[in-house]
């Protein structure tokens, strides 16, 4: 056995936590740059604090997913500003956008000669500027994973910047920046944290340290995703997702991811949906799939188990099977009221296309087996 485990350089948690995000951004400089998404309203109370700790800001706002145009201009702000630090605050695409300039902060020449697939996907050669991760949803994990999805909409795709370098050097994760998200937005973030849970933990790369953060995720995201979406004000509930959420992000970075996130890859770059409702209307189906074909051409592998002992957790139920953890899935997905990949405008007439682009995609490469261009596409109707 050989594995590594890398992730951010502290991780600050807790209820309350966002009080020490100023005293935590000054080790790391005078100024900032915050980025934030759409409504910049809610990070008030964490401007107050950087101010009271002798840290000024130079905001930068996202709305939307993260384009390479925005991380450009945000590195170029940041450099104008003279920015010592980068500090993202909101969803995945706030972090990621962040993230990004973060690394152009410090690395010379233009962002498209370090992307994957469509620059020139050069080697970062120089650490991020100091970046701080501030999650206000929990779904992504972005605070703790070493890649940024940013997207490209000529060439109608998503794409990573990635690098070990561009790890935050704190991720400060506060339950309580969550008690205010809207039901559909707990549902389809909470459904990534909960796929990129299932997806590390049945992958081909999974290690000791994924398992037990896949294990402690799944219990919690399990007894506690209901009961965000419906009572948005449960404490407890709330934390329980944010621990989800952080452990996913730990486990993906460690260990890879699968099928949901090979197909919702090229989904998301090519139509206009959150990425967590793509994984939510994936995922019961990808696992269903995952497992017939496990059956028929992998029946004694390790994989087959693994589906049987998320399906204990999900189930709280050490008797259930294997279906079992896809029933529960789907009636979840069901109850959490996602809407089908249909209602984003995705017809039988994509199907194709969009299987040669998953067929490709990092994330499939860990996928607990090879799925076939057929399969995938029997996967994707029935999501339709
Ligand atoms: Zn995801």
């Not at 049945?202 to 009961?227: F, H, I």
């Not at 109850?335 to 990949?341: G, N, S």
């Not at 405008?345 to 296309?353: C, E, M, N, S």
């Amino acid at each position: 056995m050989k594995f590594e485990f890398t992730t951010a350089t502290r991780i600050v948690f807790g209820a309350g936590a966002i009080n020490d995000a100023g005293a935590i951004a000054r080790e790391s400089g005078r100024r900032a740059l915050v980025v934030t998404g759409r409504d910049s309203s809610r990070a008030e109370r964490m401007l107050a604090g950087l101010r009271s700790a002798g840290v000024s800001a130079a905001a930068f706002s996202i709305a939307g997913e993260p384009e390479l145009k925005a991380v450009e201009q945000g590195a170029k702000l940041a450099k104008a500003e003279r920015c010592e630090l980068v500090i993202g605050f909101g969803g995945g695409s706030a972090l990621d956008a962040a993230k990004a300039m973060a690394a152009m902060l410090t690395n010379d020449g233009e962002l498209l000669d370090y992307v994957e697939i469509i620059g020139h996907g050069r080697v970062l050669a120089r650490p991020s500027a100091p970046f701080i991760a501030i999650p206000t949803t929990a779904g992504t994990g972005s605070e703790v994973t070493r890649n940024a999805v940013l997207a490209s909409p000529e060439h109608k795709l998503k794409v990573s910047l990635r690098s070990p370098l561009m790890l935050a050097k704190v991720a400060v994760v506060d339950p309580e920046l969550t008690y205010a998200l809207p039901p559909a937005l707990t549902a389809s973030t909470g459904l990534d944290a909960l796929t990129q849970l299932i997806e590390p933990f049945v992958c081909n790369r999974a290690n000791p340290m994924t398992d037990g953060l896949c294990v402690e995720g799944l219990r919690r995201a399990a007894r506690s995703l209901r009961v965000a979406f419906s009572k948005g004000q449960d404490k407890g509930a709330r934390e329980d997702m944010a621990v989800a959420s952080l452990f996913g992000g730990l486990a993906l970075t460690n260990a890879g991811l699968g099928a949901v996130h090979g197909l919702a890859g090229p989904i998301g770059g090519g139509f206009s949906a959150p990425h967590g409702a793509i994984c939510g209307a994936l995922l019961p189906h990808v696992m269903a799939m995952n497992l017939r074909a496990l059956r028929q051409r992998d029946p004694h592998g390790a994989a087959l188990h693994r589906y049987e002992e998320a399906a204990w957790w999900l189930t709280g139920n050490s008797k259930a099977k294997a279906d079992d953890g896809v029933e529960w899935v789907r009636a979840l997905v069901h109850d959490l009221k996602v809407p089908r990949l249909g209602s984003f405008g995705i017809q039988q007439t994509h199907i194709a296309d969009l299987v040669i682009k998953a067929a490709i995609a990092s994330s499939m490469k860990a996928n607990p087996i090879v799925l076939t261009p057929e399969e995938l596409a029997e996967t994707l109707e029935q999501a339709l």
